[in-house]
């Protein structure tokens, strides 16, 4: 089953055409990259999926159900871009991977045994199982983006969408977040992720979808670390390589 089939999405935000005709599936279990130019449209269209954009023409299904139908919010675990939860804020690390269970908790249940169990997985998930008690404005950057990954890894979400979580983040904090995402994806879980650097997550990536100007310009498997070179017999997966060489495949800034 698709945990996204967008099929002619068209999105219209402030009278500008920022989607134009794209059509993204996304299957469960797959682990897609959301590649492109700044601008490209990669944020409109993960909030797109997520039913945070309009479509002004297209259909999109989440889990098989018409998005304006679909009520199973707690299957989709969302981590916005450049979110930041210091501020000022005074929650601990724990109280913040916490609130990622309310999507599950019902009216009548409190926190419960496995609420806590899925918050500890969480935070040790992410690495930050020692740093529950402390306040998140005393973490790093890194760290903090961590703290909103686990929020949502804590919902225990079917499809993980991340829209540039190693943007700016230190190289331990990556390497934790491909571990995290690892685990995930190995568990039958679906990630979207967009990036504009894969760095340690580029081993994880099943397919890349490539947009530019707010269209699909490639999507199939992921572009391959600079030095490779097609070998004797080797499949032609790169359906527009022509257009750009595999080391700056749709990166380019
Ligand atoms: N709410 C909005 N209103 C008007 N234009 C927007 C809005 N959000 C994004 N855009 C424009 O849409 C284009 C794509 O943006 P975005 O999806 O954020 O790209 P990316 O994430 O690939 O950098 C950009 O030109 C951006 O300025
Ligand atoms: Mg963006």
């Known amino acids: 089953m698709s945990v996204f089939d967008l099929q002619h999405g068209t999105v219209v935000l402030g009278g500008r055409r920022i989607l134009e005709e794209v059509s993204v599936t996304v299957d469960e279990g797959e ?18 999926l997520v039913g945070l954009n309009p479509l002004e023409a297209g259909t999109l299904t989440v889990f098989g159900t018409p998005l304006a139908r679909f009520r199973e919010w707690p ?9 930041s939860v210091g501020g000022g804020v005074p929650a601990t690390v724990g109280e913040v991977v916490a609130s990622g269970r309310t999507g599950r908790l019902s009216r009548f249940r409190r926190f419960s045994r496995d609420d806590r169990a899925a918050v500890a997985h969480a935070l040790e998930d992410v690495g930050l199982s020692d740093r529950a008690g402390d306040p998140v404005a005393t973490l790093s950057g890194g760290q903090q983006q961590r703290v909103l990954i686990a929020r949502a890894l804590a919902g225990e979400p079917e499809v993980l969408v991340l829209d540039e979580p190693t943007a700016g983040v230190d190289a331990d904090s990556q390497d934790t977040l491909a571990g995290a995402l690892g685990h995930l994806s190995n568990n039958g879980g679906s990630v979207v992720l ?58 380019d800034r």
């Open 31 to 48: 682990f897609v990259a959301i590649l492109g130019a700044n601008g490209s449209g990669k944020t409109t269209l993960v909030r797109t």
């Open 75 to 83: 299957r989709l675990g969302y981590v916005p871009q450049r979110l």
């Open 194 to 251: 967009v990036a504009h650097e894969l760095g340690p997550l580029a081993g994880l990536i099943g397919r890349a979808v490539v947009l530019s100007h707010g269209q699909v310009q490639s999507d199939g498997p992921p572009p391959q670390p600079e030095g490779h070179h097609a070998a004797p017999g080797h499949v032609h997966v790169h359906p527009h390589a022509d257009e750009q060489p595999p080391s700056t495949f749709g990166l």
